[in-house]
């Protein structure tokens, strides 16, 4: 699969470091599944730390 682009997606294979990684029709590699997760926790603590702002300035985000 080293190299194989599907015909349908476009979506590219490529075996790099003992890993599948596959990329997009645009050439963006994407993302694997730890650094979606890793992604996603990141947006989760900022979204509180802005909640927690919100609160202290009297607003309630849950209402908004």
Do not use: C, N
């Not at 590699?29 to 979606?36: I, S």
């Amino acid at each position: 699969m080293e190299g194989w682009i599907s015909p349908r997606l476009g979506v590219r294979f490529e075996l790099k470091q003992g890993a599948l990684q596959l990329y997009r029709p645009d050439g963006e590699r994407f993302a694997t599944y730890v650094e979606l997760m890793e992604q996603r926790e990141q947006e989760h603590q900022r979204a509180e730390r802005l909640a927690a702002r919100l609160r202290a300035l009297g607003i309630d985000p849950e209402e908004a």
